[in-house]
């Protein structure tokens, strides 16, 4: 579902999507936080601005323990008729433990590379947290708040052609709790259960929620 414009006063989304749409990246991004749909819906965008549909240029790496001389190695290839070559590494534990070696690397990156970090566990002291805030850009996604979600979940109602009451919303709310992946479930779930109508009741709620 569409997120531009909802959180308006989030300075770094804001950069994010101002990045995306100019297509003006920066050499690395950190994406870290709690709130795991929003880390996961701007990890995406990234990765399909930033590749813009080449796959040969762009790596994945996940998990612990990964090999730092392979990536640097993978990094230092100039990319194969390309302008860019993406690497993207997902809960690495390098900015909860550390990494020196990508650390130093970071000081003098190559002009066509890009990084992408998305991680659970950071440490805003860690020499990897520095380093991406010295020539990066960084996102925390923090848990959203009640009249915030509302608003996002009446727009993808809203879109789908049905309507809600405020009560009813906050009633939905208080079945889902405020992680947005669990809020988009629920909302398919309604969607479904009232295909043939417009308003989507609290009955509707108790019976699928």
Not at 38 to 66: H, I, P, V, W
Not at 78 to 105: H, Q
Not at 134 to 141: K, N, P, Q, T, Y
Request: glycine share 6%; with cysteine.
């Amino acid at each position: 579902q569409p997120i531009d414009g909802i959180w308006k006063d989030d300075l770094y989304m804001q950069t994010l999507n101002q990045d995306i749409k100019d297509r003006t990246f920066k050499p690395v991004y950190l994406l870290f936080g709690e709130e795991a749909f929003l880390k996961k819906s701007y990890k995406s965008r990234l990765r399909e601005a930033l590749t813009d549909g080449d796959t040969m240029n762009y790596n994945y790496f996940e998990g612990k323990g990964m090999n730092v001389n392979e990536i640097i190695g993978l990094a230092d290839t100039m990319p194969f008729f390309a302008e860019r070559r993406i690497v993207l590494l997902e809960d690495t534990g390098f900015f909860k433990n550390k990494c020196e070696e990508l650390a130093d690397y970071m000081k003098e990156l190559p002009d066509y590379l890009y990084l992408v970090f998305a991680e659970t566990e950071v440490d805003k002291r860690n020499r990897m947290y520095k380093a991406v805030k010295a020539c990066g850009s960084i996102a925390e996604f923090i848990r959203q708040d009640e009249k915030t979600l509302m608003r996002w979940a009446a727009g993808i109602l809203g879109k789908a052609g049905k309507k809600i009451t405020q009560r009813d919303m906050e009633h939905f709310l208080s079945k889902t709790g405020t992680d947005m992946s669990n809020i988009e479930k629920e909302l398919e779930k309604l969607l479904c259960y009232t295909m043939d109508r417009s308003v989507i009741t609290g009955e509707d709620i108790d019976a699928v929620c």
